[in-house]
């Protein structure tokens, strides 16, 4: 009997989401409240085929994993190998470029926000 190919994509990523959690000592129970799931609802997810992209983005977090690792067939590699790989990224996604971008406006604001206080706290302590 044939394999259906999303049968075998599902198959990959609840493999590597429970083989990464087995590495940091996770429990599917505990990334389940982690990523604000009920237990139930998380293995009937994985066994549903029905992991939404949303919810893999949270379980990459507690997983501390790219959402991308967990679409590779890591079953091949060697556990070394899929460990010392994932951790030696030659530049950061695109997304933590435009984020430290952002933060770095946020701060500036901030800052300046923070001159106009101080000067107000001047100008009243004047009048006193």
């Given amino acids: 009997m044939a394999v259906k190919q999303s049968d075998n994509f599902f198959s990959v990523i609840e493999r590597n989401i429970r083989q990464q959690a087995k ?4 429990t599917l129970s ?9 237990e139930a ?7 549903t085929d029905s992991i939404k992209v949303k919810t893999l983005k949270k379980v990459s ?4 994993q790219p959402v991308a690792y967990f679409f ?8 070394y190998e899929t ?16 984020e430290k971008e952002g933060l770095r406006k946020q701060i500036s604001l901030l800052e300046s926000q923070l001159k106009d206080k101080e000067k107000i706290i001047e100008l009243l302590s004047r009048d006193r």
């Fill in 41 to 47: 609802g998380f293995y009937k997810m994985l066994s």
């Fill in 83 to 98: 460990a010392s790989s994932s951790f030696n990224l030659a530049e950061p996604p695109a997304q933590y470029g435009s």
């Fill in 61 to 64: 977090e507690v997983l501390r």
């Fill in 23 to 26: 590495a940091l000592g996770i």
């Fill in 72 to 79: 590779d067939d890591h079953s091949s590699a060697s556990s």
């Fill in 30 to 38: 505990d990334l389940a409240k982690h990523i604000e799931m009920t």
